[in-house]
């Protein structure tokens, strides 16, 4: 008797693999997008709500819209938008391939950011990044070290000093080489290898100013406003200052100071208090990169210290 319960032979094995093969890959583009599309979806409610949370801010808690500000760590894993052509938030509606607007810049990327502020109009304004696969900007310098008096006391240049005191990075020439030891402390990592800084204390002041800012001084010149940093204890503030030249009488040590002369401990409080002050370094930092970036002081935008 012959036997009827026969297997599949192999090219019909190999058939349905193929077609197995050819509906899967059919199929995984679209729920790859389809996942994308969750993720964009996610990104662009979160965005709305650090909108909505950062107008909160403004509106209720009275936080200055010049240095307001929330970022978004964005879900999504493919540069730029695939859910949608047009894409609208806060009545701000951008599309894809369209160039940078005042209220759109950038293109959103795999592990990018969303970083939500406002014009000088205080009109939104969203910039958007891609990552560097944490999805975490990175900066240059350790923006997580808060210990910016360091270099200062470690030098040693305050041994047998009076109360007082000005050391800036542009002087050409200081006594003992003070400037010059305190540079030797400074870390590799550290935000004071870029821009310009000094240290200040004056009569009446029981703490050392460290003021610093991206600009070269002695390039902007003398009698110039602009942004500062400045870090006196634990607090950190953005305000701004006013440049000024030094030993003007010797060409040869001549140079332009962070800021003009502060003989008296209200000349300190006074640019404190027309600035903002910040618990730590990284928040005052990312107040001070807005202000360059998408504030009154965007001509120095190119100053800002690059990875």
Not at 104 to 115: D, I, R, S, Y
Not at 266 to 271: R, S
Not at 281 to 297: D, P, S
Request: aromatic fraction near 10%; proline fraction near 4%; include cysteine.
């Amino acid at each position: 008797m012959q036997r009827k319960d026969k297997g599949f032979t192999l090219i019909e094995l190999v058939v349905v693999i193929a077609i197995l093969a050819i509906l899967i890959g059919l199929l995984v583009p679209s729920y790859t997008k389809y996942v994308e599309q969750s993720r964009e979806s996610t990104d662009l409610a979160n965005v709305r709500a650090a909108y909505d949370e950062m107008m909160a801010a403004i509106n209720l808690d009275g936080e200055d819209p010049k240095t307001a500000t929330q970022t978004v760590q964005l879900k999504q894993k493919i540069n730029d938008w695939q859910s949608a052509k047009t894409i609208t938030i806060a009545g701000i509606s951008h599309t894809v391939g369209e160039s940078n607007t005042e209220n759109w810049e950038g293109t959103p990327g795999a592990g990018g950011q969303c970083v939500v502020s406002l014009n000088a109009d205080n009109s939104v304004k969203f910039i958007w990044s891609g990552g560097n696969g944490s999805g975490v900007k990175s900066y240059p310098f350790n923006i997580k070290a808060n210990n910016l008096q360091g270099p200062l006391h470690e030098s040693g240049v305050l041994n047998g000093l009076d109360s007082y005191y000005e050391f800036d990075s542009r002087c050409k020439f200081s006594s003992e080489g003070r400037v010059d030891r305190i540079k030797s402390h400074i870390k590799p990592d550290s935000l004071l290898n870029y821009g310009t800084w000094a240290y200040l204390r004056r009569p009446g002041t029981t703490d050392s100013y460290l003021f610093w800012t991206s600009v070269n001084t002695d390039k902007v010149g003398a009698g110039k406003t602009i942004p500062v940093l400045i870090n006196v204890g634990n607090q950190f503030y953005i305000s701004q200052t006013t440049t000024a030249t030094r030993n003007p009488a010797t060409p040869a040590n001549k140079y332009v100071a962070i800021s003009d002369h502060l003989y008296y401990s209200k000349d300190f409080k006074n640019i404190l208090q027309q600035g903002t002050p910040y618990s730590t370094l990284e928040e005052a930092y990312k107040a001070y990169e807005k202000l360059l970036t998408n504030g009154e002081y965007e001509k120095y935008k190119d100053t800002l210290p690059e990875s």
